[in-house]
């Protein structure tokens, strides 16, 4: 007999992914639930996906709570550079909000958008996701009696998961999903780069070039440490790449980390 302690919620464009935490038996206590999801066309990428969850959330039991973990196929970064003359919260926001306008334009004024800590002298993470997007999840939150604790970035989950294992200061971490691959390039002065875009399904076929674009769209040095995520244990990944020492880190589907102290991006709120 188990008692439910609430849900891992994992969002992406092709699947919708439940693992039920249990009060009683902890660690132990989880059930993955995955379900294939097929976009609508003409619909937001993410309708289908948010729709699936509702009815994944109306069969799947008494269910007390959830964490939510959003692919970066719906979400866009942004770096925030320091000021000496912005150390409010609401002016840090303000100027990420300006930097995502002057990236995207119009796009960016129905985005709800999140900034990271900064220390002192280092540019921020920001990061952005759709206000209807985050407003239907809460709806269905709502809808099924379930508490949101928290809605994350696929990208920061993952850095708060794994941290303590980027020793080095100057890195590249990079974070695959199914035809996804986000790139944060990391240097000396602290985060110098975030790159997302869509990849192949054999991501080791384009790694390599995917890798010398994007450290050249950022303008950063090309080479360094390079730590792979990725949670299918039968992908086909490189163990090594010109100018790159590859350091595959373990992603296990279903088991949840305490999130650490200070991660790099705050969860996303409305």
Known sequence: MSFSAGLDVLLRPSEIRLVRRSALLGRLGKKVTSRAVVPEAGAE?????????????E???????????????????ALVPWSKDLVRDAERLALAKLTFSQIYGSMADDWVITIGEQKVGRASLACAIDRGLL?????????????????RTA????LNRHRRLLREDEFCFASIEPQRLTLAFHGKAGWLAVRS???????AEQLADVLKQEAAAAGTREGGT???VSESPTESLPAQLAGWRV????ERVGVRKPLAA?????????
């Open 197 to 203: 875009r869509r990849v192949a399904a054999v991501i």
């Open 59 to 77: 069969t799947s039991g008494a269910t007390t709570s959830m964490d939510v973990v959003v692919s970066d196929h719906f979400l866009r970064y």
């Open 45 to 57: 990428p993410w309708r289908a996906c948010v729709e699936a969850l509702g009815g994944m959330l």
């Open 226 to 228: 390079l730590y792979l």
């Open 247 to 250: 350091v595959r880190l373990r």
């Open 262 to 270: 200070t991660p790099p991006a705050r969860a996303l709120a409305d």
């Open 135 to 151: 407003q239907a999840v809460q709806a269905v939150a709502r809808q099924r009696g379930v508490r949101m604790r928290s809605l």
């Open 155 to 158: 990208l920061v989950e993952r």
